[in-house]
């Protein structure tokens, strides 16, 4: 029924709530801000390209798991173009794998979508034109990467702005047999881009959209639960249960926007989040989504 999996999340629950720990649970890595594309959304393609080096990342992972993460996704920049001498993102996954319960990748999907890491998430801004509007022309490229990789377990992750809003539904039809599941995020508002932010108005149209699109069997893997809770940002939010490192190896617990960008919680649109939150709430359903997606066991 239970395995160790779930049984280490309910030790860290019980604990945090009668002994007070405040441990995170899911952490980001950023390897590089390393990037092929300089996505017009993105802040990060435009700072210094710097990346970890082998031994940093192996530092900042065994402090990680002994800080209590147990769910690692490895971000960039760009992930797959990480190198330190003959080191490739390979040998960070391989590492990655001996400390975590569940080790993901982000990608923007122009580079072969082969990995031992057990999950990889494609970013999808829109079908053709909108995507390459953001990332430049690549969307058919991607498209035959996602076809063409043997992954077991290849997710898509939209981010719902306001130039795509009105074409997610045809978005997923599109992705739907292509991929494993489907995961969603709102554009957060980075300095110089407030444009792609996508007012709630609209934002709670798109989200019904999504749970109609969910119960009708389509592979939209978020939670109904966090996808009701994004209409207004109802959840009760614990920042706490989320780290991140830099790729100077820097360790910040707490927000992914900390020490990154200024935060505004009433503009947040992390289903990741919200997701972690509710969980930990012991909301059903959450839980339920983060056992299929992480395959605890």
Same mark, same amino acid.
């Given at each position: ?10 030790? !860290? ?21 390393? @990037? ?8 990060? $393609? &435009? ?17 990680? !798991? ?18 330190? /001498? ?38 999808? #801004? ?14 058919? &490229? ?10 077991? &377990?290849? =997710?898509?992750?939209?981010t719902i702005n306001r130039r795509n809003w009105q074409e997610i539904p045809e978005l997923v039809k599109f992705l739907a047999p292509k991929v494993k599941g489907i995961t969603i995020q709102f554009y957060y508002p980075y300095e110089g881009t407030e444009d792609l932010f996508l007012p709630f108005p609209e934002r709670r149209k798109v989200l019904d959209q999504l749970i109609a699109l969910k119960k009708e069997g389509y592979p939209v893997s978020d939670s109904?639960?966090? =996808? ?6 109802? $959840?009760? @939010? ?9 790729? #100077?190896?820097?360790?910040? !617990? ?10 505004? @919680? ?6 990741? !989040? ?6 930990? #709430?012991?909301? $059903?359903?959450?839980? &339920?989504? /983060? ?7």
């Amino acid at each position: 029924m239970f395995g160790g999996d779930y049984l280490y999340f309910l030790k !860290h629950n019980l604990g945090s709530r009668l002994l007070g720990w405040r441990q995170p649970l899911l952490a980001g890595l950023k390897v590089t801000h390393h @990037c092929n594309l300089h996505c017009r959304g993105c802040p990060f $393609w &435009k700072k210094d390209g710097s990346a970890i080096t082998l031994p940093q990342a192996q530092g900042a992972m065994r402090q990680l !798991h002994e800080d209590g993460v147990r769910l690692l996704i490895l971000e960039g920049g760009e992930p797959f173009l990480w190198r330190d /001498g003959e080191h490739t993102l390979v040998d960070i996954v391989a590492e990655a794998k001996n400390l975590f319960f569940c080790v993901g990748i982000t990608t923007n999907g122009t580079l072969p979508l082969e990995s031992q890491a057990d999950i990889l998430w494609v970013s999808i #801004d829109g079908l053709r034109e909108n995507h390459n509007y953001n990332r430049g022309p690549i969307f058919d &490229k991607v498209i035959a990467n996602i076809e063409a990789s043997s992954h077991p &377990k290849l =997710l898509a992750n939209i981010t719902i702005n306001r130039r795509n809003w009105q074409e997610i539904p045809e978005l997923v039809k599109f992705l739907a047999p292509k991929v494993k599941g489907i995961t969603i995020q709102f554009y957060y508002p980075y300095e110089g881009t407030e444009d792609l932010f996508l007012p709630f108005p609209e934002r709670r149209k798109v989200l019904d959209q999504l749970i109609a699109l969910k119960k009708e069997g389509y592979p939209v893997s978020d939670s109904v639960t966090a =996808l009701e809770a994004l209409k207004d940002n109802s $959840w009760l @939010c614990h920042p706490w249960l989320i780290a991140s490192v830099e790729p #100077d190896g820097t360790i910040t !617990h707490g927000c992914y926007l900390r020490n990154r960008a200024q935060i505004s @919680c009433a503009n947040c649109g992390f289903a990741a !989040h919200a997701e972690v939150s509710l969980a930990y #709430d012991w909301d $059903w359903e959450a839980i &339920k989504v /983060g056992g299929e997606i992480f395959g605890f066991r």
